[in-house]
């Protein structure tokens, strides 16, 4: 699995930005999908993900009301759009996927993008 991300730049305070990531590679045995970020001298937190067969994504509550990520099985990419920018969402955002084998016992792979900086001036 392969996972390039895209959209990062600087942002002004109440803006907006979409990140897209493009996935490649074995997609059908993907089991999550989501978008973490990490902030100088921070670790890295998850933002949102969508896991398994569920059809909600979970955000951090930092973001919640503010950022909507979506999936397109079609064009094999998942976005991040986000809204009302803060100072605060300064940081490196992380494409992530999860690979599940079919083997017994499963077996789970972590993948992740390159990483793209979004900076919010205030």
């Known amino acids: 699995v392969q996972l390039v991300e895209s959209g990062g730049g600087l942002v002004q305070a109440g803006g907006s930005r979409r990140l897209s990531c493009a996935v490649s590679?074995?997609?059908?045995?993907?089991?999550?999908m989501g978008w973490y970020r990490q902030a100088p001298g921070k670790q890295r937190e998850l933002v949102a993900i969508?896991?398994?067969?569920?059809?909600?994504?979970n955000y951090a509550d930092s973001v919640k009301g503010r950022f909507t990520m979506s999936r397109d099985n079609v064009k094999n990419t998942v976005d991040l759009q986000m809204n009302s920018l803060k100072a605060e969402d300064t940081a490196v955002y992380y494409c992530?996927?999860?690979?599940?084998?079919?083997?017994?016992?499963?077996?789970?792979?972590?993948?992740w993008g390159q990483g793209t900086q979004v900076t919010v001036s205030s």
């Open positions: 590679g074995s997609t059908f045995s993907i089991n999550a």
């Open positions: 969508i896991k398994g067969g569920d059809t909600n994504s």
């Open positions: 992530y996927a999860q690979r599940v084998t079919a083997t017994i016992p499963k077996q789970y792979y972590n993948y």
